[in-house]
Nanobody
Framework: HLQLVESGGGLVQPGGSLRVSCSAS???????????VGWFRQAPGKEREGVAL????????YYGDSVKGRFTISRDNAKNTVYLHMNNLKPEDSAIYYC????????????????WGQGTQVTVSS
C-alpha cells in the first residue's frame, strides 16, 4: 500500500499560521487520489483526535469542532499531496499531526483509518 509522509510541522507563535503536508510514495497501480484522506492529531496524554477529512476528489470536506473556521484541508492530486492549512493557531493546537487513508467512510474516529504516516510535530508557543 501507499506510504504516507507528513511534513511542514514546526514552532509557531499563537495567532500564527502553518501548513502541513501529506505526501504519498508511488505504488504500482495506486495513488493518493484514490483515497479520502484524514488529518488527525495527538497531544501527550490525549487520544488521537480527528481534525479534518477530504474526499478523494476534494469536493467534500469535514472538520472537527475545535478547528472549524481556522483550519482548511485541501489537496493537489497532480502532486499526490494533501495539505492542512492552519490559521489563528492556539497553544492547544500543539500536537503531532498525522495523515491517514483507507477508511470506508468519512469518519473522525481514528480507529477506522488503517494506514498512517509517521506524523509531524506542531508546537504553538510564545
Amino acid at each position: 500500500h501507499l506510504q504516507l509522509v507528513e511534513s511542514g510541522g514546526g514552532l509557531v507563535q499563537p495567532g500564527g499560521s502553518l501548513r502541513v503536508s501529506c505526501s504519498a510514495s508511488d505504488s504500482p497501480g495506486d495513488r493518493l487520489d484514490h483515497y479520502g484522506v484524514g488529518w488527525f492529531r495527538q497531544a501527550p496524554g490525549k487520544e488521537r483526535e480527528g481534525v479534518a477529512l477530504i474526499s478523494s476528489n476534494g469536493e467534500n470536506t469535514y472538520y472537527g469542532d475545535s478547528v472549524k473556521g481556522r483550519f482548511t484541508i485541501s489537496r493537489d492530486n497532480a502532486k499526490n499531496t494533501v495539505y492542512l492549512h492552519m490559521n489563528n493557531l492556539k497553544p492547544e493546537d500543539s500536537a503531532i499531526y498525522y495523515c491517514a487513508i483507507g477508511a470506508r467512510n468519512p469518519v473522525m474516529r481514528a480507529d477506522e483509518w488503517p494506514i498512517w504516516g509517521q506524523g509531524t510535530q506542531v508546537t504553538v508557543s510564545s
